[in-house]
């Protein structure tokens, strides 16, 4: 199977043009595909029920924290809006010295900049949604620019979403060339592939493009974009970590997890929390392999980790 090696350019460049169907096909066949969606259902069940108890701690509450990607996608962000946003993660340094910063923050391109230029955080990522997000519809070459001009405005991680519709029309050849397409234009930035579970429907959808995109070379594989419901679930979050373990075996790539889109409670991170960590291990267990995309959970889990109701981003 064709490997992504994700700092060797020259031997990534023999895979970057279009695969032909058959090896594609070859690559899937290393990987089980025969899961049903009630199975899957049952895991989850079975696991939510047995083990998330035994991550409720303030301890974990603290690590989430600092998996947190702060994000703000809206129609009305502006600069103002968006600086106002990145200070509120310098001041947060200041007025938690004790607890872990979020990871990441999360805006769309035209903000790399204003978002570079006022972030003094050590250590936080400047990710971007890009490639036409959050449909995808735009023709390739309108996607790689937009990646390039985020980079070069200060973007360290890009999020993308997978051509979906070219997904379900079976057509992953097209699929695998456009995200080794992007992940071309990031150069060593890492990429997150979006797979938008919620439009797949089925587990072995699910299955069959987190492989395609870690293939194609994706750095994360992330469920939802948060635009669409139904946005992350703990039965798609599942199916990918198990993608993400096969994938691990069969190379010795270590691809990260973000669930997006409908973290609504600090329960909610939990369940995703053990997820990972009974799927996939201690080893994916850090601020790197795990991020959480969303807004409004870095109050919550401030709140519940010093113990009173705070509004602090």
């Known amino acids: 199977m064709a490997e992504h090696h994700h ?5 990534e460049h023999e895979h970057h043009h279009a695969q032909p169907e058959s090896r594609i096909e070859e690559a899937l066949k290393k990987y089980n595909l025969d899961i049903t969606d009630e199975e899957v259902k049952e ?16 301890e974990v509450k603290k690590f989430l924290m600092g998996s947190v990607e702060l994000t703000t996608l809206k129609t009305t962000d502006s600069e103002t809006s968006v600086m106002a946003f990145t200070e509120k993660v310098n001041q947060f340094e200041e007025a938690y010295p004790t607890l872990p910063h979020v990871a990441t923050i999360c805006v769309y391109p035209k903000f790399a900049k204003v978002v570079s230029e006022t972030l003094e955080v050590e250590g936080v990522e400047v990710a ?7 449909s995808s519809q735009s023709l390739i070459e309108v996607k790689t620019i937009e990646t390039q001009l985020a980079i070069k405005d200060g973007a360290t991680e890009i999020d993308i979403v997978m051509p979906v519709g070219s997904f379900l029309e079976g057509d992953y050849e097209t699929v695998v060339d456009e995200i080794q397409q992007q992940k ?3 150069g060593e930035h890492d990429m997150k592939v979006i797979l938008e579970t919620g439009c797949l429907k089925t587990a072995k959808n699910i299955k069959i493009a987190s492989i395609l995109s870690m293939y194609a070379g994706a750095d994360y594989i992330k469920t939802s974009t948060g635009k669409l419901e139904p946005a992350a679930t703990p039965e798609a979050a599942y199916v990918m970590c198990q993608a993400i373990k096969e994938y691990y075996d069969q190379t010795g790539i270590h691809i990260g997890f973000k669930p997006a889109g409908g ?6 991170a939990l369940i995703y929390y053990t997820i990972v960590k009974e799927v996939l291990g201690e080893k994916w267990l850090t601020n790197k392999y795990l991020r959480l995309g969303t807004s409004r959970l870095a109050n919550l889990l401030l709140s519940e980790v010093i113990g009173e109701e705070v509004k602090f981003f």
Do not use: Q, R, Y
């Not at 895991?43 to 303030?58: G, S």
């Not at 971007?128 to 959050?134: A, L, N, R, Y």
């Not at 973290?263 to 909610?268: H, P, S, Y």
């Open 7 to 11: 700092h060797d350019h020259d031997h």
């Open 263 to 268: 973290l609504n409670t600090v329960m909610d």
């Open 43 to 58: 895991a989850v069940k079975k696991l939510i029920a047995e083990k998330v108890h035994e991550n409720d701690t303030p």
């Open 128 to 134: 971007c949604v890009s490639g036409s997000f959050p």
């Open 184 to 186: 071309e234009a990031c």
